[in-house]
């Protein structure tokens, strides 16, 4: 039976008795009822699962006006599950309905059979709704029921073994816009002598003079580039029991890190990041496990190699600023700057702390963080929009915005566009 759309009142007291219905419509009465299946084709989430017979289309959800796919196959019983697999290497995606109780071993088997794949070296990953990565199967003992895979959901069918029981496999990626010195610069004796006459001295580098300073490290000319900021450095393979400071070493033993001149550990910042590989919270707390820092296998971590020690506190965020230039839908390059405040982090804290910073006037620009997976900016403003109820404004003192907390959502990462007043003629931010 070709898949076909049809419409039909959904009078029906299930799923059966509705397929049916169907068969009768179309003239394929004389088809075998238990080899043909229905699922559901939404425009937006595309198509669904096969959902099973014994359901109502009340307890479905389905509304007049939606649309079916009548398709060969044994549609799901209780005990089974609907389960999609892409294999990177056939460029394919296959759905699987099988048991629950299954082992994973035994469903990559025969997933692997599907897509003619040979080997031992395979494993399973789970993904988030865009369809990365994000955690794996690491046990191919435990059946698909413990490991609470859910109906519908993708998981990609990947080559490679995994790594043993109680460690993980990070994959680690090098920051581009590293500015610490390098064994082949000419300068780097130089630097690493003025370093120890500073320590010598008894003076050190304070946070004050490291974090409050605005660092230029780019003179990128827009907000997107095509260029990447982190290029990949190697898998590692590390005890999920080993301390940050152990996988900071650990990673000063790769071979495109011999080129930088590290003195300490501070000197080397390591975040997470994104699945869009831009960096995201800055690891922190060099006495921590890796599973206390809640890194797993399928992390990703950017590595920054710094001319500087930082060592951030809980409270402080590492934001990027970028001023709007004068006259020009355009900004200036980014400037990396740490916000810390012993309060809460307020939009006043902010404006007090980038007008001290980027030496502008306190009242003299506008803030806004930027989205990227939205592609709209958001105006840091002073305080929440006035509440009314019935065009009367609503009594008691408003609650300072923590900018944490919704909607700006503050963190490790984020950047912050500066449009000062009257620059042209507005002083708006916009993309």
Not at 183 to 206: D, H, M, P, R, Y
Not at 289 to 307: D, E, H, Q, Y
Not at 395 to 415: C, E, S, T, V
Request: net charge neutral; glycine share 8%.
């Amino acid at each position: 039976v070709e898949s076909g759309f049809a419409s039909f009142l959904f009078l029906y007291e299930s799923v059966r008795l509705l397929k049916i219905a169907i068969l009768s419509a179309v003239g394929n009465v004389e088809d075998d009822l238990d080899c043909l299946r229905l699922r559901a084709d939404d425009e937006s989430e595309g198509l669904s699962p096969p959902v099973r017979e014994h359901l109502s289309i009340s307890e479905l959800g389905w509304s007049s006006g939606q649309q079916l796919v009548l398709e060969r196959g044994k549609p799901p019983t209780l005990d089974e599950i609907c389960l999609n697999v892409t294999s990177r290497v056939r460029g394919s995606t296959e759905l699987f309905v099988v048991s629950r109780s299954l082992r994973i071993g035994d469903f990559m088997s025969l997933a692997m059979k599907r897509f003619d794949l040979a080997g031992d070296k395979w494993h399973f990953c789970r993904t988030n709704w865009c369809g990365e990565e994000a955690g794996l199967l690491e046990d191919k003992e435990t059946s698909l029921e413990t490991e609470k895979l859910k109906e519908g959901e993708t998981l990609l069918l990947l080559e490679g073994s995994l790594p043993p029981k109680g460690f993980l496999r990070l994959a680690v990626y090098l920051d581009k816009k590293s500015t610490g010195p390098t064994n082949s610069s000419k300068n780097s004796l130089e630097w690493l002598q003025g370093l120890i006459e500073t320590f010598a001295a008894g003076v050190g580098i304070s946070r004050s003079e490291t974090e409050t300073k605005p660092r230029s490290t780019s003179s990128l000319d827009s907000l997107e580039t095509n260029s990447p900021r982190y290029c990949f450095l190697g898998d590692v393979e590390i005890s999920k029991q080993a301390t940050l400071s152990d996988l900071k070493a650990h990673l000063l033993t790769l071979p495109l890190l011999d080129n930088y001149v590290v003195p300490t550990l501070n000197f080397l910042r390591l975040c997470r990041l994104e699945s869009d590989l831009e960096p995201g919270r800055v690891l922190r707390r060099m006495d921590l496990s890796l599973s206390r820092l809640k890194i797993s296998t399928s992390a990703k971590i950017g590595c920054t190699v710094l001319n500087y020690e930082e060592s951030l506190s809980q409270s402080a965020s590492l934001l990027t600023v970028r001023l709007r230039l004068a006259d020009k839908r355009d900004y200036g390059p980014p400037i990396e700057v740490v916000f810390d405040t012993p309060g809460s982090p307020t939009p006043a804290a902010l404006r007090k702390f980038l007008s001290e910073t980027l030496e502008l006037p306190a009242d003299g620009f506008v803030m806004a963080k930027h989205f990227p997976n939205k592609y709209e900016w958001a105006v840091i403003r002073a305080s929440p929009p006035t509440q009314t109820t019935k065009g009367k404004k609503k009594g008691g003192q408003q609650k300072a915005i923590n900018l944490r907390q919704k909607p700006y959502f503050l963190k490790d990462g984020d950047l912050i566009g500066i449009g000062v007043s009257g620059s042209d003629g507005t002083g708006v931010i916009c993309i």
